[in-house]
């Protein structure tokens, strides 16, 4: 009876030492949140001019801002009417097409 008093008491201590330890040791960080990055900024109707100027167009007009890109109509190299569809972030224009 003896022995299984001191196995209870001894398991007892154990489960006790345990859990102090536990309670006396810094909890583990958190994990660092996945890099995120930070959306890039809209550039303005003026840096969107000079972008699509930069690419050959001419009489440039209408600069609009529309559903998260800029759209624009111009005059391409053999002076034809063109309707831009121009990346809002990066300046690249992204599609053409033949404006009526």
């Given at each position: 009876m003896k022995l299984?008093?001191?196995?209870?008491?001894?398991?007892?201590?154990?489960?006790?030492?345990?859990?102090?330890?536990?309670?006396?040791?810094?909890?583990?960080?958190?994990?660092?949140?996945?890099?995120?990055?930070?959306?890039?900024?809209?550039?303005?109707?003026?840096?969107i001019h000079d972008a699509i100027t930069a690419a050959g167009y001419r009489d440039v007009t209408e600069i609009e801002l529309e559903h998260g890109r800029y759209e624009a109509k111009a005059r391409d190299a053999q002076a034809q009417r063109v309707k831009?569809?121009?990346?809002?972030h990066t300046g690249a224009i992204e599609r053409t097409k033949f404006d009526d």
């Open positions: 299984i008093r001191t196995l209870v008491s001894g398991a007892v201590l154990g489960a006790a030492a345990l859990a102090a330890h536990a309670q006396t040791q810094a909890p583990a960080p958190a994990p660092a949140p996945a890099a995120r990055t930070a959306p890039a900024s809209i550039l303005s109707i003026s840096q831009l569809y121009v990346n809002a």
